[in-house]
């Protein structure tokens, strides 16, 4: 009598990515592994390259820093390109960001989430990055408010009560409509004012 013998075939587990934590991005740099040149943000354990930005996209994020600077004075920080801490492993620089007033500006230590109270994206080239991958990071971390400027449509996307990976609440204000933050509703800012008119491109 002949036995036939079934032999299952070996199956491999997933290939598993390995996260970067905040900690070691932090040494990586601290170590000479990355250089200062390399513009690079840390999203979900992941190293992403930033796109080097034109003109139009530096120029309107120098006009919303100075606008939030002017206005808030004392009341707040407003940080440009800078890191803010979101769990172990991910360590964004938005665009501009306006976090809870330290007298130190943060010397002593990156903001986290519970430091930020609001956090702007300037959305050309990058619109669906911000939208997709930024945007539910963001509130997954309890973000309060994000705003995007949208260079393409002239309009400022606002998004406010994250639940989730999502934002319960959105908005679209356009340069005949003036904007607040939550955390200073006091403050109106027109938003035709956030945007670079084309004579001043001169």
Same mark, same amino acid.
């Given at each position: 009598?002949?036995?036939?013998?079934?032999?299952?075939?070996?199956?491999?587990?997933?290939?598993?990515?390995?996260? #970067? =934590?905040? /900690?070691?991005?932090? @040494?990586?740099?601290? *170590?000479?592994?990355?250089?200062?040149?390399?513009? +690079?943000?840390?999203?979900?354990?992941?190293? #992403? =390259?930033? /796109?080097?930005?034109? @003109?139009?996209?530096? *120029?309107?994020?120098?006009?919303?820093?100075?606008? +939030?600077?002017?206005?808030?004075?004392?009341?707040?920080?407003?940080?440009?390109?800078?890191?803010?801490?979101?769990?172990?492993?991910?360590?964004?620089?938005?665009?501009?960001?306006?976090?809870?007033?330290?007298?130190?500006?943060?010397?002593?230590?990156?903001?986290?989430?519970?430091?930020?109270?609001?956090?702007?994206?300037?959305?050309?080239?990058?619109?669906?990055?911000?939208?997709?991958?930024?945007?539910?990071?963001?509130?997954?971390?309890?973000?309060?408010?994000?705003?995007?400027?949208?260079?393409?449509?002239?309009?400022?996307?606002?998004?406010?009560?994250?639940?989730?990976?999502?934002?319960?609440?959105?908005?679209?204000?356009?340069?005949?409509?003036?904007?607040?933050?939550?955390?200073?509703?006091?403050?109106?800012?027109?938003?035709?004012?956030?945007?670079?008119?084309?004579?001043?491109?001169?």
């Amino acid at each position: 009598m002949t036995i036939l013998m079934t032999i299952a075939p070996t199956i491999k587990p997933p290939a598993e990515r390995r996260k #970067i =934590t905040v /900690a070691e991005f932090a @040494a990586m740099y601290q *170590a000479g592994i990355l250089s200062e040149d390399e513009h +690079l943000e840390l999203i979900n354990g992941e190293l #992403i =390259t930033m /796109a080097a930005m034109d @003109a139009p996209h530096l *120029a309107h994020v120098m006009r919303l820093a100075r606008l +939030l600077i002017v206005a808030l004075r004392h009341r707040a920080n407003v940080s440009v390109q800078s890191p803010i801490v979101l769990g172990e492993y991910s360590e964004p620089e938005p665009d501009v960001a306006v976090l809870r007033w330290r007298e130190d500006d943060y010397c002593s230590g990156k903001p986290t989430a519970k430091d930020v109270l609001l956090v702007v994206e300037v959305a050309d080239r990058s619109l669906l990055y911000d939208r997709e991958t930024k945007l539910p990071l963001y509130a997954q971390h309890g973000i309060t408010e994000v705003w995007i400027l949208n260079l393409q449509a002239k309009q400022v996307e606002v998004y406010r009560n994250p639940q989730g990976s999502a934002y319960q609440e959105k908005q679209i204000f356009k340069p005949s409509d003036d904007l607040a933050m939550q955390a200073f509703p006091d403050l109106q800012f027109p938003v035709s004012e956030m945007f670079i008119a084309p004579k001043e491109h001169k």
